[in-house]
């Protein structure tokens, strides 16, 4: 919380992810303290329809739970929220101004899928490695899937010597 505030106090944008769906069950309250602080909310599929759960709303639909997490109460008015939802295969869901967009995923042949360990940490990785150079959101989530198609197709967290994103 302390980081949290700082960011809120001095400007500054705060990102944290849903971490995982144990998290949003046994840390409820954790959680919904840091979230107005939260200006890019990170999760995937399965974290997002835990959070959903929890929090007693009506849904599984991913689409419908990004845009009500974007939509949460702030702390500050500095920053909107947006809420960056992965879901493996399917199209990466960016809720942000009452809006969601859909962005499609890179899309990989089975036979090529090695071990899916840190897709959603290179994902986010890739996404910030944009956001900090403000890039539009396009180019972030663009980096983000990149990111996590490497990932998927080798064994372990690890990176070829030179990757080849542009």
Known sequence: MLVAEHAAANNKIFTMNLSAPFICEFFKDVQENALPYMDYVFGNETEARTFAKVHGWETENVEEIALKISQWPKASGAHKRITVITQGAD????????????FPVILLPKEKLVDTNGAGDAFV?????????????EDCVKAGCYAANVIIQRSGCTYPEKPDFS
């Open 91 to 102: 199209p990466v869901v960016v809720a942000e101004d009452g809006k969601v967009k859909l």
């Open 125 to 137: 990785g890739g996404f910030l490695s944009q956001l900090v150079q403000e890039k539009p959101i």
